[in-house]
């Protein structure tokens, strides 16, 4: 088993086609606080990945989590970040509706991915189908404002990370949106209200 990957949260290994997170103690914080709180981002994303698999939405596969070790153990999926494929100009139309389709789904389902980076999307070796992964900061909410802010999110990670292929590429990510989500133009309304704020935020 070996360290695969580290956020600000936690330490992913790998151990043969499995996956192993484990939220790490965070020092700054009081003990019994900062156990609740691993304990319960641990659980809530236990149960978001169960709900995705009654979904039959492309995520990992929830094998089991652990309380006490405040970990997740999942699937491993084989397959290159959708980051570095857009980096090579690789379809990006056909990857970023796929995206957006994918979001709109999860929405309708209200949940809320809360990290939708091209780093959390890898295109599965095997199937070819963009596999959304890193659930930990998920959460569910029927809230507009706040599938509003989780385009925004991702609206303002593809301008910084492929802006030579922005705008164009959101567009299509809207497009396939509306195509999963009956309610999208609802959310897209809040989200040119968001995308204000945040550019209004930014002249401050």
């Given at each position: 088993?070996?360290?695969?990957?580290?956020?600000?949260?936690?330490?992913?290994?790998?151990?043969?086609?499995?996956?192993?997170?484990?939220?790490?103690?965070?020092?700054?914080?009081?003990?019994?606080?900062?156990?609740s709180?691993?304990?319960?981002?641990?659980?809530?994303?236990?149960?978001?990945l169960?709900?995705?698999?009654?979904m039959?939405?492309?995520?990992?596969?929830?094998?089991?989590?652990?309380?006490?070790?405040?970990?997740?153990?999942?699937?491993?999926?084989?397959?290159?970040?959708v980051?570095?494929?857009?980096?090579?100009?690789?379809?990006?139309?056909?990857?970023?509706?796929?995206?957006?389709?994918?979001?709109?789904?999860?929405?309708?389902?209200?949940?809320?991915?809360?990290?939708?980076?091209?780093?959390?999307?890898?295109?599965?070796?095997?199937?070819?189908?963009?596999?959304?992964?890193?659930?930990?900061?998920?959460?569910?909410?029927?809230?507009?404002?706040?599938?509003?802010?989780?385009?925004?999110?991702?609206?303002?990670?593809?301008?910084?990370?492929?802006?030579?292929?922005y705008?164009?590429?959101?567009?299509?990510?809207?497009?396939?949106?509306?195509?999963?989500?009956?309610?999208?133009?609802?959310?897209?309304?809040?989200?040119?209200?968001?995308?204000?704020?945040?550019?209004?935020?930014?002249?401050?």
């Open positions: 088993m070996k360290p695969i990957a580290q956020g600000a949260e936690a330490i992913l290994y790998k151990d043969n086609d499995q996956v192993i997170k484990e939220r790490f103690s965070k020092r700054y914080r009081h003990s019994y606080l900062d156990e709180l691993r304990k319960f981002r641990t659980r809530r994303e236990a149960k978001i169960g709900k995705l698999e009654e039959n939405f492309p995520a990992p596969h929830l094998q089991d989590f652990s309380d006490s070790r405040m970990s997740i153990t999942m699937d491993f999926i084989p397959g290159k970040r980051k570095e494929i857009l980096q090579t100009k690789e379809n990006p139309s056909r990857l970023a509706k796929e995206i957006g389709e994918k979001v709109g789904r999860l929405h309708i389902k209200d949940i809320i991915h809360g990290d939708l980076t091209t780093s959390n999307f890898i295109e599965h070796q095997k199937t070819g189908e963009v596999t959304f992964i890193d659930f930990g900061l998920s959460f569910f909410s029927d809230k507009v404002e706040d599938k509003a802010v989780d385009l925004f999110l991702l609206d303002r990670s593809l301008e910084s990370t492929h802006y030579n292929l705008p164009e590429v959101f567009g299509k990510v809207i497009e396939g949106y509306k195509e999963s989500n009956p309610e999208a133009e609802k959310v897209l309304e809040r989200f040119k209200v968001v995308k204000g704020r945040g550019r209004n935020k930014g002249k401050e």
